[in-house]
């Protein structure tokens, strides 16, 4: 609550020091914000705030037909209570002042560079999409071997990822590679009961799959210890809360921590280290259990194997120096040379994601996988900013993503109010200018308006099969399904 009282009367001041400012256009200025997740909504909403002072508009540019990033395409079916934000979203899009343009590619036909053209101010929020690899033998050249990014995207209707095809019915046992919330979702998806499932929005022909799943078993294995788990306690305690499904936690593994190194930790990860702790030293034994969790600590994979199909994957142990910090997030390890061979017919590999350059004219760290920038103003690039995982990487929850937006807007402010943006006061198009372009190019943008056409499609198809929507898996078809829109200028 005070964090918001203090946000409030911050821009309350600056708005007031704004007001008085000879720095302000008379012409409208116009923003583009690149990407249409949690990060672009947020910081929209707080440009927003503007509108008292300020002629601006903002238009939420989305390289896919459709809008809200990774609330649709990321949060898992059976969290919608997450999904919910997508209710505030949705004021923000309809706000006569925000205009969506959805199935613009920014660094395809149309170039960064070109967005000055027709913007003062140009924010990228388009996340990070690629996952990282393991690079070891057998990642790439076995079956059933698969990116959570990918697997995600399967069951979360991702276009691209609608053609997936786990074969989850030739084997009873999987290996999940990283701990993070990601690596959760995935294990719990294999996990859950078919007529939970059912009920949300996940694909139909993933559904269709899991029906004939013999997976039984799902190992979730870390190169680092029980705390250093980069999952948070609400993923963990649904795993503990399965109907049907027991959870297989080795008390050794947890021998080392203590109650004085657990109130040490701040809040979360001390809730979080007691209920793991919890949930190892009692007996978890369930009359009705059928399927089984486990977490192993402590391997680095070194090999997939298999003929065509995985098999098992050999991980090597790995050891920390009795010295070190056992619960430092970065807990250093060294590997023992000892290999274990952990078997399974299926592996999917949740370590983490890096941005990508979506145009060489972008300043970017390559190792880091983010735009190079400083507090979220890009480097070189006046008038360029970035904000989520593209700017800081991929971590953090949907509520890190709120608080950030608050801090780009206020140092958007800033730079407004100082005279910073050096076109300022030029006239310029906006999303007018764009579409235009983009015509020019043979490329059909979509509008808020014909989103809804495909909103209203996707749940009335979803309500046939008692789902809270169908989701349309085909890009073309999504575009068979909209038609153009008047735009707002």
């Known amino acids: 609550m005070l964090t918001h009282v203090i946000q409030r009367c911050f821009i309350r001041r600056s708005l007031s020091t704004i007001t008085n400012s000879s720095n302000l256009p008379s012409s409208p200025i116009r923003i583009c914000i690149v990407g249409s997740g949690p990060a672009g909504f947020y910081l929209t909403q707080n440009l927003l705030k503007l509108r008292q002072t300020l002629p601006l508009t903002i238009d939420i540019i989305e390289k896919a037909p459709v809008p809200f990033g990774l609330v649709r395409y990321g949060v898992a079916p059976d969290h919608p209570e997450v999904k919910n934000v997508i209710h505030t979203f949705t004021k923000i899009a309809e706000h006569e002042h925000v205009r969506f343009i959805g199935n613009m590619h920014i660094g395809n036909k149309i170039r960064l560079k070109d967005l000055q053209e027709f913007y003062h101010i140009i924010v990228l929020a388009y996340g990070s999409s690629v996952e990282r690899k393991l690079n070891i033998p057998g990642e790439t050249t076995l079956e059933n071997v698969f990116s959570a990014k990918d697997f995600v995207g399967w069951y979360n209707g991702v276009p691209e990822n609608a053609d997936l095809q786990p074969k989850l019915d030739h084997t009873d046992r999987a290996v999940i590679i990283g701990m993070g919330n990601v690596a959760v979702d995935c294990a719990r998806i294999l996990l859950s009961p078919i007529d939970e499932l059912a009920k949300t929005d996940i694909t139909e022909n993933a559904l269709e799959t899991l029906r004939h799943s013999r997976i039984r078993h799902v190992t979730l294995v870390g190169r680092r210890g029980p705390m250093q788990v980069s999952f948070t306690i609400k993923e963990f305690r649904e795993l503990t809360k399965l109907n049907g499904v027991q959870s297989m ?241």
């Not at 402590?298 to 003929?307: A, L, M, T």
């Not at 430092?328 to 274990?340: A, C, K, Q, S």
């Not at 690039?381 to 904000?387: E, K, L, N, Q």
């Not at 490329?443 to 809804?452: E, G, H, K, L, T």
């Open 249 to 489: 936690l080795d008390k050794e593994d947890f021998s080392r921590i203590d109650q004085n190194m657990i109130e040490k930790l701040e809040r979360p990860r001390k809730r979080l280290t007691e209920l793991i702790l919890k949930t190892a030293r009692t007996n978890q034994s369930k009359d009705n259990s059928e399927r089984f969790w486990y977490l192993k600590f402590w391997r680095r994979p070194k090999q997939i194997n298999g003929i065509t199909s995985v098999e098992s994957v050999d991980f090597e142990q790995t050891e920390f120096d009795v010295n070190s910090n056992f619960a430092d997030e970065n807990l250093p390890v060294r590997n023992t040379g000892i290999i274990e061979t952990i078997p399974c017919g299926l592996v999917i590999k949740s370590i983490g994601y890096h941005g990508v350059q979506i145009d060489p004219w972008l300043p970017f760290d390559h190792e880091r996988g983010i735009i190079l920038n400083r507090q979220n103003r890009i480097d070189e690039r006046p008038g360029f900013y970035c904000t989520g995982w593209i700017g800081r990487g991929a971590r953090g929850v949907i509520v890190e993503t709120t608080t950030e937006s608050h801090t780009v807007a206020r140092r958007i402010m800033d730079d407004i109010e100082q005279g910073r943006i050096n076109s300022l006061h030029d006239v310029k198009s906006g999303g007018n200018g764009l579409i235009s372009l983009a015509n020019s190019h043979q490329i059909r943008c979509i509008s808020y308006d014909d989103w809804r056409k495909l909103d209203t499609h996707e749940t009335s198809a979803g309500l046939v099969k008692g789902k809270p929507r169908e989701k349309i898996l085909n890009i073309d078809k999504m575009l068979e399904l909209t038609s153009s829109s008047s735009s707002k200028s």
